[in-house]
T-cell receptor, first 113, second 110 residues
Framework: GAGVSQSPRYKVTKRGQDVALRCDPI?????LYWYRQALGQGPEFLTY????????KSGLPNDRFSAERPEGSISTLTIQRTEQRDSAMYRC???????????FGQGTRLTVV | GQNIDQPTEMTATEGAIVQINCTYQ??????LFWYQQHAGEAPTFLSY????GLEEKGRFSSFLSRSKGYSYLLLKELQMKDSASYLC???????????FGAGTRLAVHP
């Protein structure tokens, strides 16, 4: 596609439910990042993929969060047993190769009620 | 450890010049990025410095001093549309982890 596409754009879920957030990077982009961004703050690193390999997951807050990119393209960030504190903007970014600028998607606004 | 610091807010006048500073402490430094983010939108790439010195790109310039762990973004001939958050970002520990500062909210006044 022309840009990084994230779906859904908005997600409201009840506390305790699982959610899956999808990221479709720019075609051919090797690197993929997941971030969480609170209002008025910079993006907070969650995890990074190079092709299908998850190279760094040190930013995932706890074991309820997981991510995968099985074929080196589309990625899914899954949050199990959601809590209200998980409410945030979740952003995905991709870059054509390691060490180059990252292009961001429009994000998924998650609200846990 | 890893840390990126930048001022929280700045104000400037239309037509003026403003400099937004960023200091960083990261392991395995591999370059520094500046991004612009308008309210409610995604961050967009502005510049990338990997070597010391000044990189100029139209009205925007970015400077890096690796020895001082310091960068700045210089915006000239400010326009109202430049009102946005400006994010400083650096790789930490190789290319795996691109970390961002909290951002500097710039307000441009007539």
């Amino acid at each position: 596609g022309a840009g990084v596409s994230q779906s859904p754009r908005y997600k409201v879920t009840k506390r305790g439910q699982d959610v899956a957030l999808r990221c479709d990077p720019i075609s051919g982009h090797v690197s993929l990042y997941w971030y969480r961004q609170a209002l008025g703050q910079g993006p907070e690193f969650l995890t990074y993929f190079n092709y299908e390999a998850q190279q760094d997951k040190s930013g995932l807050p706890n074991d309820r969060f997981s991510a995968e990119r099985p074929e080196g393209s589309i990625s899914t960030l899954t949050i199990q047993r959601t809590e209200q504190r998980d409410s945030a903007m979740y952003r995905c970014a991709s870059s054509p190769e390691e060490g180059t600028e990252a292009f961001f998607g429009q994000g998924t606004r998650l609200t846990v009620v | 450890g890893q840390n990126i610091d930048q001022p929280t807010e700045m104000t400037a006048t239309e037509g003026a010049i403003v400099q937004i500073n960023c200091t960083y402490q990261t392991s395995g430094f591999n370059g520094l990025f500046w991004y612009q983010q308008h309210a409610g939108e995604a961050p967009t790439f502005l510049s990338y410095n990997v070597l010391d010195g000044l990189e100029e790109k139209g009205r925007f310039s970015s400077f890096l001093s690796r020895s001082k762990g310091y960068s700045y973004l210089l915006l000239k001939e400010l326009q109202m549309k430049d009102s946005a958050s400006y994010l400083c970002a650096a790789f930490s520990g190789g290319y795996n982890k691109l970390i961002f500062g909290a951002g500097t909210r710039l307000a441009v006044h007539p």
